[in-house]
């Protein structure tokens, strides 16, 4: 069964028992309820604060964790614990710190070969061995480095260790937490190219994860931007730039530093007051509500789901 | 005649380490103006933190200063004693690291840290020392002062930890605030928090701030001045408005082409190529040479002269010192 998209997420929810007592567990509601679909080929930025779980998002719906509850369809097919094994060769993730996501005793060539012996991906020897300074070269790496250790390297160069890693599988889909936010911008722009490059020949779908909304605008067809386990507001990039409507992306947007002295200069910052509430007591109905300028009753007391604003954008609010 | 309240000439650091001399800066000289922010930009490993160590004198034992001056208020600090180092860092000039976890002590309150502070650098009662640590507290927007002063770091979110290391280093009102990447562990909602609380203590306590970090947006919004610093030297310094609008070194013009474009269009990113300079084995000629597509037969071996561009612009490239040379005359210096 084939479908326009490679991944259709419905109300994910992974919720972690913390204790908070002798006795007590309460549930941390880490994701609570997000839905999206992302098509072949395509690019959904998924930003919003520490905390917001961004990361859980990626982790849960690759199983990394077992969901509370909700459903992940990959190529039309649910992800079940039973079929999680062949589904781990279409989708694979990028962790965030090049520092210590790769195992320092191991070879280049080791840990780009790994999933290929994990799969059994290859007949001999020599195949392996090809196939891994193939995917060095895709990534921009030096074939000659190919047994040298991770310590050996740059963080940029670490960085394309794991994604050659993570492409070894041949994915259809990688789930990128905040790929790029270690890297100095020099560093950073050949990885966001890299990124797009592999995209364009390999038509592999990225979740974009970052917390750089520059960097997240660049690189996206679509946002989603999340708020304490919700996904607040999803729109086109563009559309969500020029034409935000959940007064926290309108926050989030104006606080962003931009590098340019004369907008920055002329434009006004909406600074939020006060923290996010803990994850362990939110407040009732929109968990914005704490922060928000435009908060009612009506938000106290039920919590707004996303609704059709036309083009593409979703937006929960009951004020906007 | 603009008065400077901190004057670096051709600071030299260098670490002394088993591999080698370390030169972590060399030879870096600017001027900060009493009130105003000056940034400090650059790739990791080019200087920036090791420069703001070198003016607090906190280097690690292997580092030392090993030539040039730093004059605060026309008395160059160098040459102080420890003692007049240690007053030097209580009144005058304080410090905010990028990771508030590790500078706050986490057995102590929050509101004890702060009291000592006071106590330690000014001669005030211990009365009236808590009494300033909760003005501070509401200075710097921590909400319930009261209750957070009895509070232990590890109880407080990030950003109300950041706002407790602003207090404690405004406690005896510097002259000069150095904040090295103040906002790098926040998010951005917060970040702008703390940005504002900086730019606003600013004005109303008429310090200077000295800004390092790479997040060029912070940069704009915040800096009077910027210095851009490449393998240790700086290779450019103006106005937010020289370096944005008019860069003339070549790192500076890589820089600002590999961020996504604020207009949001899909245009490719141009990263700078190449890898980061060896300081065990600094180039003879212009550090970023090796890196620079425009690099001429000069840039090899000769460090390239620094030329004013326009009043307080300042770049050192050979490019701009060839388009300065009168037609014919170049070969009358270098081989370009
Ligand atoms: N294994 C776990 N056990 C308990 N709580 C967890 C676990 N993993 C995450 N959490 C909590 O879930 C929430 C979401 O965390 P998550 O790491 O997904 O956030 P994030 O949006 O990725 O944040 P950041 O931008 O800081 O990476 C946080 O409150 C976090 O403390
Ligand atoms: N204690 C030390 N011993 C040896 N070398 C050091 C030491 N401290 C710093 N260095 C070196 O000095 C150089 C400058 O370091 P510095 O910390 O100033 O960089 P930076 O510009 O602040 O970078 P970042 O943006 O990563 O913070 C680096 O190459 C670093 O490795
Ligand atoms: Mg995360
Ligand atoms: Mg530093």
């Not at chain 1, 969500?240 to 002329?266: E, F, G, M, Q």
């Not at chain 1, 039920?302 to 609704?307: G, I, K, N, R, V």
Request: hydrophobic share 35%; aromatic share 6%; net charge neutral.
């Amino acid at each position: 069964m084939s479908s326009e998209y490679i991944v259709e997420v419905s109300d994910l929810k992974q919720y972690f028992p913390v204790r908070t007592g002798l006795f007590k567990k309460t549930p941390l509601k880490a994701v609570d309820g997000v839905s999206f679909k992302i098509k072949h080929g395509e690019t959904l930025g998924l930003v919003g604060e520490s905390g917001c779980g961004k990361t859980t998002v990626g982790r849960s719906l690759l199983h990394l964790y077992k969901p509370t509850a909700g459903e992940v369809k990959v190529e039309g097919t649910t992800v079940t614990p039973q079929n999680i094994g062949s589904m781990r060769s279409k989708m694979q993730m990028v962790f965030q710190d090049p520092y210590s996501s790769l195992n320092p005793r191991m070879t280049v060539e080791d840990i780009i070969g790994e999933p290929f012996d994990v799969h059994k991906l290859y007949s001999n020897k020599k195949e392996r061995r090809e196939k891994i300074l193939e995917l060095m070269e895709l990534v921009g790496l030096n074939a000659e480095h190919a047994t040298r250790y991770v310590h050996e390297f740059s963080g940029g160069q670490r960085q394309r260790i794991g994604i050659a890693r993570a492409l070894a599988v041949n994915p259809k889909f990688i789930v990128c937490d905040e790929p790029v936010s270690a890297l100095d911008v020099s560093i950073q722009a050949q990885i966001l190219n890299m990124f797009e490059d592999l995209q364009a020949k390999l038509k592999v779908a990225y979740l974009f994860i970052a917390h750089d909304l520059l960097v997240v605008r660049h690189i996206s067809n679509r946002i989603a931007v999340m708020y304490l386990g919700k996904i607040i507001e999803i729109a086109d990039s563009d559309e969500l730039n020029s034409n935000p409507v959940h007064p926290y992306t309108i926050s989030l947007l104006s606080a962003v530093p931009i590098p340019d002295p004369k907008t920055a200069r002329s434009r006004q910052r909406i600074v939020l007051e006060g923290d996010v509430p803990s994850p362990l007591n939110m407040p009732s109905g929109c968990a914005f509500r704490t922060r928000c300028k435009y908060a009612t009753e009506q938000c106290k007391e039920q919590c707004p789901s996303l609704t059709d604003r036309g083009n593409n954008h979703f937006v929960a609010c009951w004020n906007k | 005649m603009t008065e400077y309240i901190l004057q670096v000439k051709d600071l030299h650091t260098s670490f002394f380490t088993d591999a080698g001399e370390v030169q972590a800066v060399n030879g870096v000289s600017f001027n900060l103006e009493a009130g105003k922010i000056l940034g400090i930009v650059g790739e990791s490993g080019s200087g920036k933190s090791v420069t703001s160590y070198s003016v607090m004198r906190i280097l690690a034992d292997t580092g030392r200063i090993t030539k040039g001056e730093i004059y605060f208020k026309n008395e160059d600090i160098t040459k102080y004693s420890e003692k007049q180092m240690h007053k030097f860092r209580g009144k005058h000039c304080s410090m905010i690291f990028q990771d508030p976890m590790t500078s706050l002590n986490p057995v102590y309150t929050v509101g004890n840290q702060l009291m000592e502070a006071i106590l330690l650098h000014t001669d005030k009662s211990r009365k009236q020392a808590k009494e300033r640590a909760i003005e501070m507290l509401e200075l710097v927007g921590v909400n319930e002062p009261q209750k957070r002063y009895n509070q232990y770091p590890y109880e407080l979110s990030g950003g109300m930890r950041q706002r407790v290391m602003i207090a404690m280093a405004l406690a005896c009102e510097p002259d000069i605030l150095i904040a090295d990447e103040p906002t790098t562990a926040l998010d951005v909602t917060i970040q702008a928090q703390i940005l504002e609380l900086m730019q606003d203590l600013q004005k109303r306590l008429g310090m200077a701030i000295i800004l390092v970090t790479h997040d060029l947006g912070v940069i704009a919004e915040m800096c009077d001045e910027i210095i851009v610093m490449y393998g240790g030297r700086v290779c450019e310094q103006g106005t937010a408005d020289d370096i944005f609008y008019n860069p003339c070194h070549e790192y500076t013009k890589g820089l600002l082409r590999s961020i996504p474009d604020i207009s949001g269009s899909k245009k490719r990113l141009t990263p700078i190529s190449g890898t980061p300079i060896n300081l065990l084995n600094l180039p003879k000629g212009c550090a970023f040479c090796a890196r620079c597509e425009k690099a001429m037969k000069v840039c090899l071996s000769y460090q390239p002269e620094e030329l004013e561009i326009t009043p307080g612009h300042y770049a050192s490239c050979w490019l701009n010192v060839k388009e300065r040379m009168e037609p014919g005359k170049e070969e009358a210096r270098h081989e370009f």
